[in-house]
């Protein structure tokens, strides 16, 4: 039998732990940068992979009564065995082709959940931070989402601004601007760093930043010297304002109210009371 296909049902066995490792490594910021070869990622994942199928398999036959002659799918991969038991094994499949599709159709579902829920838990728990094994190999995510040092977007910071100190020919300016995304090189150095509201300081003797005009600047890290990052944190009078629809409910919790009150008895003068003002819990 070709070794072809043994090779790809090898490659189908283990392609639930390829599923959930990628899943797991599929997270904002943290996209992992690999040169490594399909059977570096195969062998990753078998581990993954081996749990997975025990598990389905045990579950396929507790419910379903299936059962899997684990002789003819040695001999599948091995791709040896006589030419009798090759051909049973290949009709057997054709007769339960479509039962095997849902199996590893499912099958996969079930190991991208688990990617997804195992890599949730890592971050929630800040596992990534206490085991080096569980650690996302960018470490640009860790410096850019303020991970590193154990800050949270919209509890710590609102904002990441970002000054870079960039080579210009003979000089070097400083571009300071609210950080907006990047991109690693296929090698996992940083490729570029994208800037929003950007400004331009000329030398140490400006007097004031000289603002950049368009939707965002492009800075390529390999003229960068270094980057300053400072997490800040906006005061509720700097949140954005409110969007169309917040608006709306707001009016129409407004003209219930009015309604409600509407004809109501006057309040007697010892039950009155200042009311100090509030903010309401949306922006």
């Known amino acids: ?11 189908v066995l283990s392609l639930p732990g390829v599923i959930a490792r990628r899943v797991y490594l599929s997270y904002p910021f943290s996209k992992k940068y690999s040169i490594s070869s399909i059977n570096d990622e195969v062998a ?11 598990l389905m398999l045990k579950m396929v036959e507790r419910e379903f009564s ?10 599948l991969i091995a791709g040896g065995g006589n030419g009798v038991t090759t051909e049973i094994a290949f009709e057997n ?49 860790y410096f850019l989402t303020g991970r ?23 000089r070097t300016i400083i571009y300071s ?26 030398g140490p003797k400006a007097s004031a930043p000289v603002a950049i005009p368009g939707k965002g600047l492009v800075i390529k890290y390999e003229d960068t010297v270094n980057l300053n990052l400072s997490f800040i ?13 917040v608006r ?21 003068a010892h039950t009155s009371r200042s009311i100090a003002p509030f903010q309401l819990p949306y922006p």
């Open 44 to 54: 990753w994942s078998l581990i993954p992979a081996l749990v997975l199928q025990y």
């Open 177 to 202: 601007g609210a950080f907006d995304s990047y991109k690693l090189a296929p090698e996992g150095k940083l490729d570029y760093v994208c800037l929003q509201k950007a400004q331009r300081w000329m």
């Open 233 to 245: 944190k906006l005061s509720p009078t700097a949140a954005a304002p409110a969007s169309r629809w």
């Open 66 to 75: 299936y059962t899997v002659d684990f002789q003819v799918l040695g001999s």
């Open 148 to 170: 590193e040092w154990g800050l949270r977007l919209g509890v710590d910071f609102d904002i990441v601004s970002i000054d870079a100190l960039v080579h210009d020919g003979s």
């Open 1 to 11: 039998m070709n070794l072809a296909f043994s090779a790809v049902l090898l490659f």
């Open 93 to 141: 499949i054709r007769a339960h082709l479509d039962q095997i599709a849902l199996y590893n159709g499912s099958l996969w579902i079930v190991a991208a959940a688990v990617g997804f829920l195992a890599r949730r838990f890592v971050i929630l728990c800040k596992l990534d931070l206490h085991w080096e094994f569980l650690h996302f190999s960018n470490e640009w995510y």
């Open 248 to 268: 709306l409910r707001r009016r129409i919790r407004e003209i219930f109210r009015r309604a409600s009150t509407r004809g109501a008895p006057p309040m007697h």
